[in-house]
């Protein structure tokens, strides 16, 4: 660990961990991964426990942050195979490490039931871009241009619960080429978690500005029908990003190969509409709810 | 936020939160509070949410570390009610800044069945003490003399499910009073979360020693019968701490009004024992599981 990663001075082991704080402003989130709202009993548990360091990752590239450390839970239903939580752990350490962002500690408990949903949360902690900037959801003005990466929709399987919400790959260089590049031009930033329309209404909201997307340049992965599919769909983890008018965005991040798509602008005013032809549609509401709450 | 917590810059409601790194080493941990095994349904949630921060900061203390920010999830069974939640996540925010440790992020989500179990997590960032010093469990020394705070036995009411483990103080003070008078002659500390049979183990494996107690000397709460039962209580959270024999350990800490008593010493060799008149015990693996595992 020491070797690797020289800022963490105390891995996992002891009461707590230490690690030695970056220089800059830290970042820190965590989030959960629970069998039945986010993956299918059955899914290999490899893919569960990368998909709970890329979520939590996800969030820090969100920010523009490289990733630092990490913690784990897991909470595990009654009965569940030793070997199975040893390569659960395998699994996280591999994962987080892949991300470079160390896991430093971390807690498993069992549940009181076979049939407890099994688990994860994952605290990511990571240091704020070289030049100071942190890319909130609060920093959008009316005038700036919205793009996304890569592209959006169909990122599970309705059928078997697999696809790309499972092996997605966190836009933490992406993030990091647009602060190199624009700095505090990237007025606003967030990863798309729950859906283009609610993930885009929650920078209106905290800009205290309305977001008008285009039907017809929201990127669709291939089998994505049409915008509603795109934008409907709750698990891309593109970065949904406002960038001030002036800057030249090319289509393609040469060094990483994704592709930046306008899909809008930012106006006056609050919510978010997907205007189609001549209709306009409110699309606040438009996403993934894990929760299943209306 | 800013004002009581100026190290907070960004709090909770964006992908990440920001805070300002501490000048020392950062001490990092994550606990679980889990329905059914840690608290049984119908705990005030007042008390699970505070039995969950206190876990986090007693693992700080165990370090000598101060309180900085923290960060919960809270996972809840479905059909938990609005208001519950609502008053879950104002008891976490309460209890985190009661221990001057301010709420910076979270999540919550929604478990799949109304039978699934309460869960919290609580992932708490602290700072080494101001001389750098930070207390693990691998630094005792044969020659130590081992001591505890407070008393032991009791934390849990069997036919309630209440006690003591839901509403004991997490020993930051007293840590923080050890490691300014004794500083680095503080050689090990670990908190009792598990009995002092299991953590006294820990810090024997960890430094590669033998802890070797006294059955008479164990402080016990009122109502604790005998060593045994204090020996094997789980949820005590106060400190075990093995100190350089040179110190002079007086009985109290005058400040937090505190009792310290040593219970026994440092030794060559391997494992954990309570000497009990000619009798000497091996109390490896006495204490509380609380997986409910051999």
């Given at each position: 660990m020491a070797a690797a990663f020289p800022h963490v001075l105390l891995g996992p082991g002891d009461d707590c961990a230490a690690v030695r704080p970056?220089?800059?402003?830290?970042?820190?989130?965590?989030?959960?991964?629970?069998?039945?709202?986010?993956?299918?009993?059955?899914?290999?548990?490899?893919?569960?426990?990368?998909?709970?360091?890329?979520?939590?990752?996800?969030?820090?590239?969100?920010?523009?942050?490289?990733?630092?450390?990490?913690?784990?839970?897991?909470?595990?239903?009654?009965?569940?195979?030793?070997?199975?939580?040893?390569?659960?752990?395998?699994?996280?350490?591999?994962?987080?490490?892949?991300?470079?962002?160390?896991?430093v500690g971390g807690d498993l408990a069992s549940l009181p039931e076979p049939t407890s949903p099994l688990m994860l949360t994952v605290t990511a902690i990571g240091v704020a871009h070289a030049s100071g900037h942190v890319?909130?959801?609060?920093?959008?003005?009316?005038?700036?241009?919205?793009?996304?990466?890569?592209?959006?929709?169909?990122?599970?399987?309705?059928?078997?619960?697999?696809?790309?919400?499972?092996?997605?790959?966190?836009?933490?260089?992406?993030?990091?080429?647009?602060?190199?590049?624009?700095?505090?031009?990237?007025?606003?930033?967030?990863?798309?978690?729950?859906?283009?329309?609610?993930?885009?209404?929650?920078?209106?909201?905290?800009?205290?500005?309305?977001?008008?997307?285009?039907?017809?340049?929201?990127?669709?992965h291939g089998g994505v029908d049409d915008w509603r599919a795109a934008a409907g769909d709750g698990e891309d983890y593109e970065l949904l990003v406002c960038i001030d008018p002036a800057c030249a965005v090319p289509a393609l991040i040469q060094s990483t190969g994704t592709r930046l798509t306008r899909v809008g602008s930012v106006a006056p005013g609050a919510g978010c509409v997907v205007q189609d032809g001549a209709d306009v549609h409110d699309v606040r509401a438009v996403g993934w709810d894990h929760n299943g709450r209306p």
């Open positions: 970056p220089g800059g402003a830290m970042l820190l989130t965590v989030d959960q991964v629970i069998e039945r709202r986010h993956f299918v009993p059955g899914t290999p548990l490899d893919l569960v426990a990368r998909k709970a360091v890329a979520r939590s990752i996800s969030d820090l590239a969100a920010m523009g942050a490289t990733p630092w450390c990490a913690l784990a839970t897991g909470a595990l239903p009654a009965g569940f195979p030793q070997a199975d939580a040893d390569a659960l752990c395998v699994s996280i350490k591999k994962w987080a490490e892949n991300w470079n962002c160390p896991l890319a909130t959801r609060g920093g959008a003005k009316p005038g700036d241009h919205v793009y996304v990466t890569g592209a959006l929709g169909g990122s599970l399987d309705r059928a078997t619960g697999m696809g790309r919400h499972l092996t997605f790959e966190p836009r933490v260089r992406e993030a990091a080429w647009l602060l190199d590049t624009f700095g505090t031009r990237v007025h606003a930033m967030i990863d798309l978690s729950d859906g283009l329309g609610r993930d885009a209404s929650r920078i209106a909201e905290a800009s205290r500005v309305r977001l008008e997307l285009d039907a017809e340049a929201i990127p669709r």
